[in-house]
């Protein structure tokens, strides 16, 4: 089976793409992939690390408004479909599955023009443009939200790295709490703000360190590359900073709760791995954060803050209090597991295979 996958610019596109490609080869090492994607995105160097062929095309960011950037969009894009359809013929394309972002765009029309069966998988609430003129060409449409507007949609989840969905944190937590240095018997908190942390977050989380020693609470706390904000060195629990990390799976492990923003990624691990988490949507946006989150909250899982709310004295009267109540701590880990779907990658390489079929049987 030949396989193009379309998800470029962003994890959230890229990630799930290279999810599926693991669950397809582990289903039949046989299978060829070949990712689209442009010199510019995240996967010119996430692709080749994880052992896949990556394709080049030319990036076509479509503007958000009205602005004279929109008269070269029509040449630009006729370029970057013309050099999609080329990949196509190239791999010998039997499918062509799309994630959403620039790179899925040129994608889509390449594939219709070559009458390639296209499917669609959307992560979040909000279809992008992208993926809502790819749900216009083709009736395969995963989602992951129940709720989605797209046509024929069919809930599936969001495809995560096997080792996320495989891990048990239960089993793994003292080891992955030795492996940050911390110590094994305390309640800890995790505090992440995506892979260039969050100021809001670690000016909160930084200034409430006093009170987390005091109620005898450890962090570990990614504040991310460019941010430099550490507390103070004290005696009492541990408070690990780092200023990325590159083992999650473990950073999950060791935790009893998480503080973070709500991408759909976040959230979708989140809730597979049955960690419950303070969620805090970033404040700009069209809202999606915080619609990633409401299903999760809803179901008893995490708790929302808005951003501008974030404080000290919050993390005092809400977070605190539960990090402290062990019964609880382990009720929302129960409700947020419920709302998580380990199997989202066999569920859409499932669909893939059954599409592939069908074309192979007219």
Known sequence: MRVVLAGGGTAGHIEPALALADALRREDPRV????????????????????????????????RTLTPRLLTVPGRLRGAINAAASVLDRARAEVLVGFGG????????????????????????????????????????????????????RF????????????????????????????????????????????????AAVAAAPAFRAAGIQVLHIVGPKNTEEPAPADG??????????RMDLAYAAADVAMCRAGAMTCAELAAVGLPAVYVPLPHGNGEQRLNAEPIVAGGGGLL?????????????????????????????????????????????????????????Q
């Not at 004295?313 to 129960?334: H, T, Y």
Request: with cysteine; aromatic share 6%; proline share 8%.
């Open 32 to 63: 060829e992939i070949t990712c689209l994607g442009t010199e510019r995105g995240l996967e010119s160097r996430l692709v080749p690390q994880r052992g896949y062929e990556l394709a080049l095309i030319p990036p076509v960011p479509l503007p």
């Open 102 to 153: 620039y790179v899925a765009t040129p994608g889509y029309l390449a594939a219709r023009k070559r009458k390639v069966p296209i499917i669609v998988h959307e992560a979040n609430p909000r279809a992008g443009l992208a993926n809502r003129l790819g749900a216009r060409f083709t009736e395969n449409v995963a989602v992951s939200h129940r709720d989605s507007a797209l046509p024929h949609a």
């Open 156 to 203: 599936v989840g969001i495809p995560l790295r096997r080792e996320i969905t495989s891990l048990d944190r239960l089993a793994m937590g003292d080891k992955a709490r030795s492996y940050f240095g911390l110590m094994p018997d305390l309640p800890t908190l995790l505090i992440f703000g995506g892979s260039q942390g969050a100021r809001s977050l670690n000016r």
């Open 237 to 246: 629990p541990q408070y690990v900073t780092l200023p990325y990390c590159d």
């Open 305 to 361: 803050v808005d951003d501008a709310d974030l404080s000290p004295e919050w993390i005092f009267g809400n977070l605190l209090p539960i990090l402290s109540n062990a019964d609880q701590v382990a009720r929302m880990s129960e409700a947020a597991a419920r709302l998580g779907r380990r199997d989202a990658d066999v569920a859409l390489a499932r669909m893939v295979y059954d599409v592939v079929r069908s074309r192979g049987a």
